[in-house]
């Protein structure tokens, strides 16, 4: 049982350049979210989905697109990379009402 | 918007003192409300949780309660450890659209 697994675990991009960032979960859950987290900032919530087909957008989504083409995967685009993107992600899934949320481990991106 | 305020960091503690971290929320109705832990290079881990005024979380001798009169879900332990030397987030979920959003962190530092 792998949880939520993030893909890549690091990253450098440079200014300007596209990445996609894939978030998998393998419990079935309805909801996924994607966070980001700077140093003084916590965790900001960019943006999630409480079903496959369905997104909706966080605190700070400027700058990133997002899809769920399928139940298990969540996807985070960075279409034209800025230094202000360079960040540690987490993606995060819960199901039901009042549930936990489980974490991956992370993506550090670095945007040079 | 929903959000969550705590108190900033770094909590410095000698071993077996007691811990109160400070954690309240804005939110429109009756969030869910969490504390979750974050070791080095991991992600986050539920600690406890309270879905409702008055319930009281807890889980590996630390307890919050949920004050609606005060907003309010401090996090607290009557004997630190070392090994609970992590940072620590408060978070709120707004039930109605299951949006997870957490505080700055607090990074708690307990020497033997």
């Known amino acids: 049982n792998a949880g939520v697994t993030q893909t890549p675990k690091f990253r450098v991009l440079k200014t300007g350049q596209s990445m996609t960032l894939l978030c998998a979960q393998d419990?079935?859950?309805?909801?996924m979210y994607w966070y980001r987290q700077d140093p003084g900032m916590g965790l900001r919530l960019i943006h999630y989905s409480v079903g496959e087909g369905t997104t909706a957008k966080g605190e700070v989504p400027d700058g990133y697109n997002v899809s769920r083409l399928k139940k298990q995967n969540f996807l985070l685009g960075l279409e034209s990379a800025a230094p202000s993107q360079t960040s540690v992600y987490f993606c995060?899934?819960?199901?039901?009402?009042?549930?936990?949320?489980?974490f991956g481990q992370g993506t550090r991106l670095t945007v040079v | 918007g929903d959000s969550v305020t705590q108190m900033e960091g770094p909590v410095t503690l000698s071993e077996e003192a007691f811990l109160t971290i400070n954690c309240t929320y804005t939110a429109t109705g009756y969030p869910s409300l969490f504390w979750y832990v974050q070791y080095p290079g991991e992600g986050l881990q539920l600690l406890l949780k309270?879905?409702?005024?008055?319930d009281k979380g807890s889980n590996k001798g630390f307890e919050a309660t949920y004050r609606k009169e005060t907003t309010s879900f401090h996090l607290e332990k009557g004997s630190v450890q070392v090994s609970d030397s992590a940072v620590y987030f408060c978070a709120s979920m707004n039930t109605g659209f299951q949006k997870l959003v957490f505080g700055t962190g607090t990074r708690l530092l307990v020497s033997p």
């Open positions: 995060a899934s819960r199901t039901g009402e009042n549930t936990e949320a489980f």
């Open positions: 309270a879905t409702k005024a008055d």
């Open positions: 419990m079935n859950h309805e909801y």
